[in-house]
Structures are given as structure tokens and as C-alpha cells.
């Protein structure tokens, strides 16, 4: 990940370019200033070279340490960074939380996973609340995740990689197109700052039907500019390309308020058979940079990686969509389920809708790793996994490009490789899909009579995702596609019977689970014998109430018995006087019990309204708890639409007023 390094940190920036050697240092204080010019240059080189000559004077602090560290890293030398990034520890262990993720990150590109967990653990307890903390606990297991995924493609080297920097490829017109810095001649040669290499540019060969691929060929010959151009899309038609470049266009060169040239996203045109009317795209800035298009697959949104304002890490991955009239949106990060705050850049999206992209924010196998998240009719996205080896390794692993044929293209700067960066092909020889077909017999749990039009539905175990499903006449039940090595949550309902909430975890591997419920009728409480006298407080009087096993304390004390807004689970503030009449009675009477149940109107899905359900039960719960009350004194169920207490269900009109009235909270007595 040499040269195309520069795009995963603020993304492939600095135009910069020399051709003069360096001017002699002589003093300490000299070589730190340029040192540190440099790396704030993002001159990563020559930077090196200087904080490396400042070490061997025998110039040593952690500032040194850390930046010489940084440099390495940010060209995709993780090896090296490993070395100084040991001194820094080895001088002081209390260092930033992000230079604990870099240095578990490069320990993985040793193949040292055990310190590299080591080190997530402490990164894990001083940043709990970043998302890549939370997939870290979240995702312990996931070197087994990772081997379960692997083992799916033929990988070999693309044919046309040179000793330079090969990456960033597409499919246009039965040739591929990549990204190349590879030397092009010439007297004075005309570097990259960030690495002392050639400026990459576009080039294409032709793919040969037996997998060779014909002598490299410059995209456009006569594109000799001296800026970095790649990672090119192009439309189904052939006529519109979307590609990265430094801000430069009309031979003029934009910078920022630091003086540095970042990158941009631009289109051209094929006309007459030559790329024209090059344009760059209206949500460009010179003051941070949008890199490495890919096209939805109508062609109606424009994904890309950038670290515009809003970005929660370092890149992230950001859609717009791609109006009729030529216009644009206004760019949408694609949010915490696909971005960390490390890196996540070249996104490509197949003809099956998946969402590939590269992350160094996710448990992988070191350095980027591949993943893939399926994009799902709403636009949100599915599970994001990791496609595993051979494709991801140690190194960096990244613009990975997929056809309908489930063959393609990735980049990668491992060991092997024959150059800086190379492309790799390959052929998908398994999908990534585990699925299970979950499947069973619902009965009385006293008479095993079946039981036909019970309603399931299923959870994740986020509570999120459910399906919904119901018994036929033979008590059956099919869940289709459940999810292979995940833990879920089933809850059935059925008017006179209990609801019941069956917990399961699927075998990871594709087949089928057999899941028999059984379920209880519903037993009317006879009221104990025993009752206990409480006050109640009203405006005029205060008054004695007797309360026993099945009373609703709710009611006996006048609480309103809604304590949420429409659509919400968080009890609203104005309601929390009325619940700590809860509070005072559980806490008069230490051995009372309750059973908290939440409903909601017709409104929304019966799944939506289960979901909506549960969320504003435990919510409770979690409020009573947090005011001192045992959570073993509390249980808590949501009921969804099942028990509305009149005739308002799906499709009957009613007024705001009679939905209200199954809006409800309900605080039954279950022992006293």
C-alpha cells in the first residue's frame, strides 16, 4: 500500500513534486524542522529519512518516535512501523488510544495476533465508547469467523504488475484499467512527495480469453500531467467515466489552507473516442478530498471515501445520489454500521448489491482487510463479514471489483507480491452465504394438541431484523433464511395462551435446525387471600386501596399509563413523578413483585410493534432498577398489538384518543 497509502489516511494527498536533491542538514534543530515540515507535508519519505538520521545522532524523544512510526504506517510499511512504534512503547506505555490500534494493527501484519489482542484489550478499556472498541468485544472470535470465511477464491497475479505500485483496477470495454506508478522515462522524472515515486497514473490490457493480459498501455497516451490520477468507474454504457485526481484541472493547481493539494472526484466524457469535457464534481472541496468512485448498480447513486466534515474516523464511505438533470445530492455518510473511526475507502458495489470496501477499523487479519455488507431493499445494510483468505492477508488487501461471472480484481502489497502494490485476479469458488432453515411444531404444552395461527416472530440479538411468521393448520412453522452462527430470540403469541420467548442459537453451517415450542394456556389468577392495604393520593383526598396477586398497580394509583412519546422507548421526564409512586410502594413492601407489560395501538408492523414493545418494557424495568429497585423483582414483556383493548386493529378508523387507550403500561402483582 505504498503509494496508494496517501488515500486511506486523508486519502492519497500532496502534489507535491521535486527534482532537486535535498539541501544538507547540519544541526539537530535544523533536521527537526525539516523533519517535521515534511511530515506535516505529508512528505512521509523524506520525513524517514530525516527522523531516522536524527535517531542514529543519538536524537531521541517520543515526538520522533511517534512520527517516524506514523510515516511508516501511512505508506503501508507496517513492518517497519512495528520497530519504532516498540521504542515508543518501550520509553513510555501510556500512549493516545490511537497509537495502541496502529500498534496491535502491526503486530497482526507479523502474524502476532495473540500480542495484537493483548493490545486491542487495553485500546478496548481506554476508548470503550469508539465503534471499534465496541466490534472488538462484540467480535472476540473473530479469527474463527475469519477461517470459516476463507478458502472461497483462486487468487493469482493479474499479469501486467511491474516493481512500482499497481492497484485500483476496473472492467471497461474487455480491458482492465488500473492504477500504475510505474516509471515512464524521461530525463527529469517527476516524483510523488509522499513515497519518492512516480506520479501513478491510468493504464489498461487487454484481458485475454485464456486469463493472460497484453503489454501495458497508458489509459489516455497522451496524459502526462504531473499528478496522481486512479481508480476509475465507468457507466454500462460506455460514454461516462468517474475518476480521483489531485486538485488539478485546466493545467491549475488548487491547495488548501495549508498550501496542500488534496484529491477530487471527476467525470469525463467519451467523445469521438477520446475522454473529454473532464469536470469535477459539484461536492468537491479544496479543503478536504472525495476519492475512489463506484456506481450503484441503476447507476442513480455515486459512492465514495472521503474525510469531509462529519466523517467519524479517518475516511470514511459517503453515497450522493446522481439526478437526472446532471445534478447532484448532497453527500450522505453511509453511518456507524459500515464506518469506524480508522479507515474505510474503496467502496464497489456488484450486480447483486453488495457493498465491498476496505476497513482497517474492523477485526481482520492485518493492515486493510475486505468486507462486504449486502444492501438491503431500505438502503440500510446487512451484516458487515469479512471475505477472509486468500483475498485478505497480513498487509493491506483493497479495491476489490466483482462481475455478475463472480470473477474480479483486488490490490494488495503483501510480501509475495511482485511489486510495491500489485492486482491480483480471481474466481469465487463459493459464496459467502450461511444460511439455516429453521423450522417446527408448535403444540399445548398440556394436551400436545397442535396448534394452528400462532404467531412467531424472530429476533436477532440486538432485538432487530425480526421476521414474522404463522403456524398452519398442521401447527407448522418455516423461517427460510436465518443466519448461520447467531444467537436469536423466538417469541410466539396466541389468543388464551401465554406468550412465550424461546432463546436458540444456529450451528454455523448451512442446513437446517428443528425447533419444537410448546406453549401454556393462559391460567385466570385466582386473588390470594392475602391483600395488603396501600394509600392512595389523590386531589381531594388520600385514600386506602387494597392491592393482592393480579392487581395492576398502575391503576389502583390513578399513574397515567403511558410514560412515552409516539414511536419512542425513553421514558419522557414529565413521567417520572408518577412512576416513583412505583418506586415508593415496591420499596415499602420488599417482597412485592410485578411483572412489567408494555402495548402498543395498531399502528406500524406487528413486528415493528413487538419490537417497540420489548424496548419500552425493559426501559422501564431499566428506570425502576436504576432508582434502587432489585431487578429480580422485576420481570418484563412486551405484548406488541396482541391485546388491544378495543376494536381499533389493522385497518379500522379510529381516533387519536382510542389508540391512546392501547398505548398502555401495565404493573401487574405477581408475589407478595
Known amino acids: 500500500m505504498r503509494i496508494k497509502s496517501l488515500s486511506l489516511t486523508i486519502l492519497f494527498v500532496c502534489f507535491f513534486f521535486k527534482i532537486n536533491a535535498q539541501t ?23 520525513a524517514i529519512k530525516v527522523y531516522q538520521e536524527l535517531i542514529y545522532d543519538g536524537v531521541t524523544d517520543e515526538k520522533i518516535l511517534r512520527r517516524l512510526g506514523n510515516s511508516y504506517y501511512f505508506i503501508g510499511e507496517l513492518r517497519d512501523a512495528l520497530k519504532w512504534y516498540d ?94 506508478a510505474r516509471d515512464t522515462g524521461g530525463v ?66 488548487g491547495v488548501n489552507e495549508k498550501q496542500v493539494t488534496l484529491l477530487k472526484l471527476y467525470s469525463s466524457e467519451l467523445i469521438d473516442g477520446k475522454w473529454k469535457n473532464i469536470k469535477e464534481l459539484p461536492f468537491n472541496s479544496d479543503q478536504y478530498s472525495t476519492a475512489h468512485p463506484a456506481l450503484s448498480v441503476d447507476e442513480k447513486t455515486l459512492y465514495f471515501a472521503s474525510d469531509m466534515p462529519g466523517t467519524l474516523g479517518q475516511s470514511d464511505l459517503y453515497k450522493v445520489s446522481i439526478n437526472g438533470n446532471g445534478a447532484y445530492g448532497t453527500p450522505i455518510n453511509l453511518g456507524p454500521s459500515i464506518n469506524t473511526e480508522g479507515r474505510e475507502t474503496f467502496p464497489f458495489i456488484s450486480e447483486e448489491n453488495e457493498l465491498y470496501f476496505a476497513s482497517d477499523g474492523r477485526p481482520g487479519l492485518g493492515g486493510l482487510d475486505v468486507f462486504v455488507s449486502k444492501i438491503q431493499e431500505d438502503e440500510t445494510f446487512d451484516e458487515v463479514q469479512n471475505v477472509g483468505e486468500p483475498v485478505n492477508s497480513k498487509q493491506d488487501d483493497f479495491a476489490f471489483v466483482i462481475s455478475k461471472k463472480r470473477n474480479g480484481f483486488f490490490s494488495s502489497n503483501r510480501s509475495s507480491g511482485y511489486g510495491l502494490d500489485d492486482v491480483y485476479r480471481f474466481t469465487e469458488t463459493k459464496r459467502l452465504v450461511c444460511e439455516q432453515e429453521l423450522s417446527g411444531t408448535v403444540t399445548d404444552s398440556e394436551t400436545n394438541q397442535i396448534l394452528s395461527n400462532v404467531t412467531l416472530i424472530i429476533f436477532d440479538e440486538a432485538r432487530q431484523n425480526a421476521q414474522q411468521v404463522v403456524t398452519d393448520e398442521n401447527g407448522n412453522y418455516v423461517f427460510s433464511k436465518v443466519k448461520c452462527g447467531k444467537k436469536y430470540f423466538i417469541k410466539t403469541s396466541k389468543t388464551d395462551y401465554e406468550i412465550k420467548e424461546v432463546p436458540l442459537s444456529i450451528k454455523k453451517e448451512n442446513g437446517k435446525t428443528i425447533l419444537p415450542i410448546s406453549i401454556e394456556k393462559k391460567v385466570v389468577p385466582l386473588i390470594a387471600a392475602k391483600t395488603i392495604m396501600i394509600k392512595t393520593v389523590s386531589v381531594k383526598s388520600v385514600k386506602m386501596k387494597p392491592i393482592a396477586v393480579g392487581t395492576d ?51 406500524q408492523s406487528d413486528s415493528s410493534n413487538m419490537i417497540l414493545s420489548e424496548k419500552r418494557a425493559q426501559s422501564t424495568k431499566n428506570w425502576l432498577v436504576s432508582k434502587g429497585i432489585d431487578g429480580d423483582r422485576l420481570s418484563a414483556k412486551g405484548f406488541g398489538e396482541t391485546q388491544l383493548v378495543n376494536k381499533c386493529a389493522d385497518g379500522v378508523k379510529c381516533t387519536e384518543q382510542q389508540h391512546q387507550q392501547n398505548r398502555r403500561s401495565e404493573f401487574i402483582i405477581t408475589n407478595m
Open 24 to 46: 544538507p542538514i547540519v544541526t539537530s534543530e535544523d533536521k527537526k524542522y525539516s523533519a517535521d515540515k515534511s511530515y506535516e507535508e505529508y512528505a512521509y519519505a523524506d
Open 87 to 180: 521504542q515508543l512503547f518501550r520509553i513510555n506505555k501510556v500512549q493516545d488510544s490511537e497509537y495502541l490500534y496502529k500498534y496491535a494493527q502491526c503486530f497482526k501484519s507479523v502474524g502476532n495476533y495473540h500480542k495484537a489482542d493483548e493490545i486491542l484489550a487495553i485500546f478496548n478499556e481506554k476508548s470503550a465508547s469508539e465503534r471499534r472498541a465496541d466490534l472488538i468485544r462484540n467480535n472476540k472470535n473473530y479469527l474463527e469467523d475469519i477461517k470459516f470465511n476463507s478458502g472461497r477464491f483462486d487468487i493469482a497475479d493479474a499479469g501486467m504488475n511491474s516493481s512500482y505500485s499497481d492497484y485500483g483496477s476496473a472492467v471497461y470495454d474487455n480491458k482492465l484499467i488500473f492504477t500504475s
Open 188 to 253: 527529469a522524472k517527476n516524483n510523488f512527495k509522499w513515497t519518492n515515486k512516480s506520479f501513478s497514473k491510468l493504464y489498461m490490457v487487454e484481458l485475454m480469453p485464456d486469463g493472460n493480459v497484453s503489454e501495458p498501455k497508458k489509459f489516455r497516451r497522451k496524459e502526462n500531467g504531473k499528478y496522481n490520477e486512479s481508480t476509475p468507474i465507468f457507466t454500462k454504457d460506455g460514454r461516462t467515466m468517474y475518476f480521483t485526481r489531485n486538485n488539478f484541472i485546466d493545467g491549475k493547481r
Open 553 to 603: 398497580l398502575a391503576k389502583t394509583l390513578n399513574i397515567p399509563m403511558n410514560f412515552f412519546d409516539l414511536g419512542k422507548a425513553t421514558i419522557r421526564k414529565t413521567s417520572e413523578p408518577q412512576l416513583q409512586k412505583i418506586v415508593d410502594v415496591l420499596k415499602q413492601y420488599p417482597t412485592l413483585t410485578l411483572d412489567i407489560r408494555s402495548h402498543t395501538d395498531s399502528r
